[in-house]
């Protein structure tokens, strides 16, 4: 029976319209052999919850949250208000951002006291990736995962030669 | 016995260092006859304190909530998440901030549903001025200081006109 | 027989291509229960009617005015000028608009002493709210609904974590 | 006795405080020999005078309107809308401006059919010398001062080399 | 037969492929009754071409000239520096442009003594008005067609209120 | 006797001039009682040292990386690239820098694969924090502290209040 | 049978992805006669790969480095810190880059003692005209082609004005 | 006797005022032991001169050319329209420029067939080391030195790891 305190990371997001963006996380934590749990939040418009999540998360067992939004993005400061865990925040180019930068900036800018481990605009990939470098301090067989990974990425590149040597200038 | 319910304005910010900035709408307001309270209130570093007020406003007699913030500036918004008062934020240009652009896009960029009114950079002073004309739809005395105050900017400006005319080129 | 006296909030846009974003603004206010009436006003190209409207806008028995517009947007803030009434200002991300940040910057930065309560890039269903939220201080009917609308918000938030619940990671 | 149709060029600007910047239109046309008029006309804070100034400008026998303005810049483009004489805007970097980016914008995003000529940043001096450009083209004596100021600019550079050639490396 | 000096505006442009945009300044100035003639002239790829046009365009009898460019957009301003003609610039965002913000600010901000009348992003059809407000200065005809087109743009916004009134909300 | 991998953060810059800004991370991690080491290490001047530094961390016993660069700031990013450490990015407002954006682009947009956690612009102290909260999930003494930070933080915000209620209007 | 030191150029990308781009450096490189090697070498998956490149490029015959690289785009200042070769980077709009103003700025804004020589946005076959204005400061062959390429150009303008004279306004 | 064709360098800017940031240049390749010649050369005051030098650089004897200019810069752009030999641009943070930004876009887009070699802002001494790698190709004195250089670079990084030592924290 798969029991809630073996999910290290929670997965939360402003809106079900940003999960093709933050499902990446989860598919990339999968790999690494960390289970994860995706929910909707919105600081906006649900902020009652997010307090409860934020409060409870450390006592739910997760070790790291993985937020995303876009816009003014306030998701990720107003968690890592509410707890202690490591906050990753995710800025997305939603529809009603202008090209991403509100989202970057209202994620990254946070005041002293109170920080979120920003990533690229929609990369949450590389967020579920520095959930599992966090994680894999203390468990060997994720650590050994992203050391193949890294190594994967190598051999991808090496193979994209093959194409290159085909081209005709 | 002046009494709570006398105080129509709430003027919040994120931290005493913007009180210098934020002053102007308290002064503005006071000028217009209307009663306001200044209060520090960091959505990052006092949220369960940000929703109580939030809340609560409505009840404590409020009508308008100025709220003030820089850098990740998610104060406006999510005071606006936890209240139907109409929340005006105040983007200011903290030491934190990059140029303001962070406060501006932080406040003005609020999803559907749960808007702020935002004024320009660090103008609490016009922050103020729409809380007061929002107050003066139902008083009377109020509406017709504004009115005065609109014939004192234009005074002002044909004042200066004598300054110009003494100008040598 | 409808009165104009009963219409409370105008919604002026610069242009009728302006029509597709501004319309939010009457339907949610529709939905609150709130008469609007829908103008096209050019700043640039009907100055006068302009100026007429704005100066004429309090008599009329308006109580809020919207006002959308792109590039140069001089329309709200030109309104602003010449009316006491609070003016909530839409930038929109027109043909002619360089990523909407001409229409947000030509909005927001009024000077002081003539403020423009300016919303998200497009957001004429925000300004709509704050036009509700600000009737409804003295208008209990107006007020139960936006209690509800913002009950329906969160509802809506909750009824798609269904959705999320069917994703294959 | 000197009369009003002999002054060709009015300089109008938001505030008495932009005149150390627009002065220097004044200046440079006084030493093309083209007379000048400097006047405070606030698009915000005395919208009835400046449609006035605009509407009547043509009459007084001005040929070209050159305004400065800063932040929301809207007088250049406001006077264009009422006048067809050519106006020439000057992006002013205020106090309430961020870096200019929202003055350069303002003035220089008009819409199609109410064009505004914008110079650079603070650049006053350049809109004196466009407004003396459009009075050459009927008024050799202004032309031929114009092909003086443009050799005196290449002499100027010229004599800057001998500084150079003083340098140490 | 047509006499070269009836062409009283050149219409230049950095590469063909600016012809959609730039065609429109030919456009409205025929509408106004002013002959014009476009040509392609590449300040990076005809320099010399550029020049020689630039020094002799006063003596053809051009009174105004049109240059648009766009990215590193250099055309109006070196024929700015060549002639003493009034020089309007039409920033394009072309392919090569990043969002149009290299074209802007290479054309917008040159230096104290060459200015270059800078018009919005693509608006060729406003630079030819202002060469039509240069020209209708000495030519009474085409005030008066400046004048009808105002008034046709006042027209055509108080024509789109019919399909506003239809509008179903 | 103290040994190496008692020392578990490496804070990292590309020169000793970013030091009055990354002494911040160390600063606040000894106030929560974790061990760090400070070292300059330069992407683009020491390119080897830096290989060298970033693929034996993991063996020296270091668990978080901080790193911090301003300009085109490689450092982060290209540490990153060679462990598979959780690495923490810090945009510093370098003299070379452009307002600091150039530093936060080329920090934060990192490729999928290769992740930097980025705090806000010269926000040293929050990378502390975040590399303090990784830690924590295996040190109770160290997240006992951090809770401890976090009520300190709200601490200090009350104090501030009594300055509040002192402020003259 | 061709050698490896008759190659001049190295063409290195950081993603098969940008080969579409940095192909016209290849293209126009063929077309002065100058041999070039395309390859995918990215700085954040194969690192010593990288390394291994840049340190050996000098001996294997290269006279000039063309790198291409988007978003936190850190090849071409990496291959800087390794080689005294000089480096022209190619700033790449790649799918996640933001508009390319990232890719820009890590690219250009290299600190004093390690440039990289950076061309337009995606603009690969100037960094090909570069290398070859290089080569040709001891290859007469290669700086007669060039003039020649400049000729053409300019006759590629003056064929378009047939176009231009088809046109109807 | 010192003969014009030693000198390789040609390091020019539009004004004297850049003097400062363009010397750089000259310091650093006098410490290559490359003579370089600084000379003031407008675009837009002193087209002629500009045209002359730029087309008679080549048979001066010049290998390179450095030229640096703020705002609108067009200098570096323009030169490189009417030579084929590399030209290296410095974009300059003047008085009159946007923070950078209008000089750092107008050097740097430039459209395909005419490229610069733009390096950071103000960077005129990576100006210099780029003409030096380019001259080094041909001249082993230069690139014993240019690798000295660069072995200087990475010891003063680690003279500077003695006061890290020192901090205390």
Redesign the interface.
């Known amino acids: 029976m798969k029991k809630q305190n073996n999910i290290k990371v929670a997965i939360v997001m402003?809106?079900?319209s940003d999960?093709p963006v933050m499902?990446e996380a989860?598919?990339i934590l999968?790999q690494f052999g960390i289970e994860s749990k995706?929910?909707?939040?919105?600081?906006?418009?649900?902020?009652?919850?997010m307090?409860d999540f934020a409060t409870g998360a450390d006592k739910k067992g997760y070790?790291v949250i993985i937020a995303g939004a876009g816009?003014?993005?306030?998701l990720p400061?107003?968690i890592?208000?509410?707890t202690?865990?490591?906050v990753?925040g995710v800025p997305i180019k939603s529809s009603?951002?202008?090209?991403?930068?509100?989202s970057?900036?209202?994620?990254?800018?946070?005041?002293?006291?109170?920080?979120?481990?920003?990533?690229?605009?929609?990369?949450a990939?590389?967020?579920g990736?520095?959930a599992a470098?966090?994680i894999?301090?203390?468990d060997k067989a994720v650590?050994k995962k992203?050391?193949q990974?890294?190594a994967d990425?190598?051999k991808?590149?090496?193979n994209?030669?093959k194409?290159?040597d085909k081209?005709k200038?």
Chains 1, 2, 3, 4, 5, 6, 7, 8 share one sequence.
């Open positions: 402003g809106s079900s999960l499902i989860a598919k999968k995706i929910d909707v939040i919105s600081a906006h418009r649900t902020p009652k919850r307090f070790k816009g003014a993005a306030h400061g107003m890592a208000s509410a202690t865990l490591p990753i009603n951002s202008i090209d991403g930068w509100d970057i900036l209202s994620i990254l800018q946070m005041p002293n006291g109170v920080p979120v481990a920003t990533v690229a605009l929609n990369a990939q590389n967020a990736i520095i470098q966090i894999a301090l203390s650590a992203i050391v990974h890294k990425l190598e991808k590149v090496m994209s030669l194409e290159i081209v200038i």
